[in-house]
């Protein structure tokens, strides 16, 4: 009994301390223990005992795992090879994969969907080849796109302002209102639940039943603009009425808007200097990965190219074939260029040799390409688009040719 008491206390009250490194003791929880109460991010085994057919069941045990991992010091790891979560499925698992691949399929178009979670059982590993590293081919691409570089932005405020009260006088924003219904509940299972509709009533309007909140102060918590310029949006908007009627709505309408074109407007008037610092060599390691997403390689510092995705994969295909094209790399997830949006990871490095019709050398081309489901930037999400255009511009400044493409056939500039 004193046993069963200390490990309760331990797992329950003492949460830091079995979480810790010093602490030796190992456990296992159900999901259902962790309903309340307790958010644990580093899960990266999930072992299914019972038989469900519920997809929003599925998706909460998942999210127990998906989440970014916590180091010692309470920060996020970013590192893919970190945040792999294992699941150990039933049957049942089998409809809810296949159903989530086709929402990914009707969301982004068939060009940049994920491939299905792999066989964890299947590992496999992209050897490095350090003798490709020796090369001079790889040592000359290597010195032009290692530098990191620093940005600087410069925002039009009045031209932001303007942007801002034009998408703002389009939204649509609706009274707040309450609806009430009935219905008879005729049988219930942990699956679903059978309900008969009986009636209800008209929806009732709840415009101006609520305390206004400081706007402005809530907006520039969010958003961190000045105060005269969120006062400026608020003047010339057309939306007045909406800000008393549903305050809220209003106020993370705005927010919402402000965000996207602050970040249009710092991506548009950002400018990239090459600076001294720049990644080492010696960062390229074997990279562990499940066979499903590893293609041998033959022209590529690695043994086995990594992909994530169709595109990529025929991209990598496309390299092996071209005769031009001498030497690449599939640059790892460390690989990163600082952005206003968040960090961005490019995908291609390549060293491509023209010859003439003797067979002999008369160009030789070092390009970095980011492979997507379309060429066209326009059709990109916007995040997509605005870290692309980050990277054209850092790239630029390293006077290495940037291109988005989307088959092997786009690969010259």
């Known amino acids: 009994m004193e046993n069963d008491k200390a490990a309760f206390d331990l797992i329950m009250r003492d949460k830091e301390r079995l979480l810790s490194f010093s602490e030796p003791t190992c456990f296992i929880f159900s999901h259902s223990a962790l309903r309340e109460g307790w958010d644990n991010p580093n899960v990266f085994i999930i072992c299914t005992l019972n038989q469900t057919a519920s997809n929003i069941k599925k998706r909460q045990e998942i999210g127990r795992g998906v989440r970014l991992a916590v180091n010692?010091?309470?920060?996020?790891?970013?590192?893919?090879?970190?945040?792999?979560?294992?699941?150990?499925?039933?049957?049942?698992?089998?409809?809810?994969?296949?159903?989530?691949?086709?929402?990914?399929?009707?969301?982004?178009?068939?060009?940049?969907?994920?491939?299905?979670?792999?066989?964890?059982?299947?590992?496999?590993?992209?050897?490095?080849?350090?003798?490709?590293?020796?090369?001079?081919?790889?040592?000359e691409l290597w010195e032009k796109i290692k530098h990191k570089t620093r940005y600087a932005v410069k925002v039009d405020t009045k031209r932001l302002i303007d942007d801002c009260v034009k998408e703002l006088d389009k939204a649509v924003i609706r009274s707040p209102q309450i609806v009430i219904q009935k219905a008879q509940v005729d049988m219930i299972d942990e699956n679903n639940i059978q309900a008969r509709y009986i009636g209800g009533g008209a929806a009732e309007d709840l415009s101006g039943r609520y305390p206004l909140p400081n706007i402005v102060e809530w907006i520039k918590d969010e958003t961190k603009l000045t105060r005269p310029t969120i006062l400026e949006i608020l003047r010339r908007t057309k939306q007045k009425d909406a800000a008393v009627k549903n305050p809220h709505e209003f106020a993370t309408t705005v927010i919402r808007i402000i965000k996207e074109k602050l970040a249009d407007h710092l991506v548009n008037g950002?400018?990239?200097?090459?600076?001294?610092?720049?990644?080492?060599?010696?960062?390229?390691?074997?990279?562990e990965k499940n066979q499903q997403y590893l293609i041998p390689a033959e022209k590529s510092i690695y043994d086995h190219v990594v992909y994530d995705s169709d595109v990529e994969r025929q991209f990598a295909e496309g390299l092996e074939s071209r005769k031009d094209v001498k030497l690449y790399v599939k640059l790892p997830s460390w690989f990163k260029v600082s952005t206003p949006v968040g960090e961005y990871n490019p995908d291609w490095a390549i060293v491509v040799e023209e010859v003439n019709q003797f067979g002999e050398v008369t160009n030789k081309l070092h390009l970095v390409r980011e492979t997507k489901g379309t060429s066209n930037r326009s059709e990109l999400t916007p995040q997509e688009r605005r870290k692309v255009d980050c990277g054209e511009k850092h790239f630029e400044a390293l006077g290495v040719n940037y291109k988005v493409v989307a088959s092997i056939d786009e690969l010259l500039p």
């Not at 950002?270 to 990279?287: G, H, P």
């Open 72 to 139: 010692q010091e309470g920060e996020r790891m970013r590192d893919e090879q970190v945040n792999i979560l294992t699941v150990v499925a039933n049957e049942s698992y089998k409809d809810y994969v296949s159903k989530l691949q086709t929402e990914y399929m009707e969301e982004y178009g068939p060009g940049d969907v994920p491939p299905p979670p792999p066989d964890a059982r299947k590992k496999g590993i992209a050897r490095l080849r350090k003798e490709y590293m020796l090369t001079p081919e790889f040592k």
């Open 270 to 287: 950002i400018q990239y200097t090459k600076i001294e610092d720049c990644y080492l060599m010696e960062l390229f390691q074997d990279i």
